[in-house]
């Protein structure tokens, strides 16, 4: 299928909710088929972009297509070809894994039995979790929750699938099988990944954007943001002590404790000096310049320069 029949286009989309918030501001996004990250800290708007999307809410202004779907006004169409795992998701605690699964099936519409099977088997087994397919969800793991949410997600080939914030509550080993999973299923489809964790973005997505208070702060392929950022980034490592003097003189994007030191990051066009050396940039000082606005201003400025 022609890639732009697929794809997503999100057009001057705003909400703002009844107690004053406005959540989304005038979002325009393309998201093409594959992975795509849309990172942003707490509070930034991305649920409610989700749940949007989703079509369990409406926004104030603006127009989405999903290919020739108008997802504003086809709901019905949106539910039929979308995956939905939501940031909580509840369970049937008491429900086994293959029965849930066949039930949620059911209501996906699929009702001949023997396809039904079929599926059911199919996804509990990319899931891993066929081994698991008898045992109730009330005794599952937060990744086999979260792997179980999924196989809901997936029932019926989902054309556009939407993850919000999928990894926060999962340990190291569950959270890289949920990726690997994950990854698997952009090739066919728009998969949306909605995260504050910039690890997720970078190992997983080809296309990304970044949201903060509502509004999109920059729209990258995180390769070529990096090298962007080629030459702009320093690190010192100094005493807590030093930071406010730092603070005043520099354009600082970031602050770690490293074995109790801090390893400061700063942006600068020209060598710091200072003790400060050259580092080579990566997502997450992409995330961090962009936060403190000093990587949009020079985006706009290169796009700027590039018209007549
Ligand atoms: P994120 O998913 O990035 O954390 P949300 O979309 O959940 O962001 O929230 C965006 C902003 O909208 C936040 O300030 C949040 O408090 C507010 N908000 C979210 N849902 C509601 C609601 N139903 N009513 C009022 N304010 C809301």
New binding site residues.
């Given amino acids: 299928m022609d890639i732009h029949q697929q794809s997503l286009t999100i057009r001057n989309v705003s909400k703002t909710?009844?107690?004053g918030?406005v959540?989304l501001s005038n979002i325009s996004l393309e998201i093409p088929r594959g992975m795509y990250g849309l990172l942003?800290p707490?509070?930034?708007?991305?649920?409610?972009?989700m749940r949007t999307l989703a079509t369990l809410q409406e926004p104030d202004e603006g127009s989405i297509r999903l290919g020739g779907i108008d997802v504003l006004c086809q709901k019905e169409e949106v539910r039929q070809t979308l995956g939905y795992l939501p940031q909580e998701f509840g369970v049937y605690p008491n429900a086994k894994a293959e029965d849930l699964l066949d039930y949620f099936a059911v209501l996906k519409g699929i009702t001949n039995r023997a396809s039904r099977r079929e599926v059911v088997e199919a996804l509990l087994k990319q899931t891993n979790l066929w081994d698991k397919r008898r045992q109730k969800l009330g005794g599952f793991s937060g990744g086999m929750k979260q792997r179980f949410g999924v196989a809901v997600a997936l029932l019926g080939n989902p054309k556009l699938m939407i993850v919000d914030e999928p990894t926060a509550g999962l340990d190291p080993a569950e959270r890289v099988r949920f990726l690997n999973l994950l990854s698997e299923l952009g090739e066919n489809s728009v998969v949306i990944l909605?995260t504050h964790i910039v690890e997720d973005v970078s190992e997983l997505c080809t296309h990304m954007a970044i949201i903060n208070k509502?509004q999109i702060l920059q729209e990258a392929e995180p390769i070529r943001a990096v090298e962007g950022l080629q030459g702009l980034i320093w690190r010192r490592i100094v005493e807590k002590s030093v930071l406010p003097a730092l603070e005043r003189e520099q354009k600082i994007i970031s602050t770690k404790l490293l074995s109790g030191r801090t390893v400061v990051h700063i942006y600068s066009e020209e060598n710091p000096g200072n003790g400060f050396e050259l580092v080579a940039p990566d997502l997450e000082d992409v995330y961090f310049t962009t936060m403190a606005g000093y990587f949009q201003k020079q985006v706009m400025q290169q796009e700027g320069e590039a018209q007549p």
């Fill in positions: 909710y009844a107690n918030v959540a942003g707490n509070g930034a708007g991305k649920s409610t972009l909605s509502g």
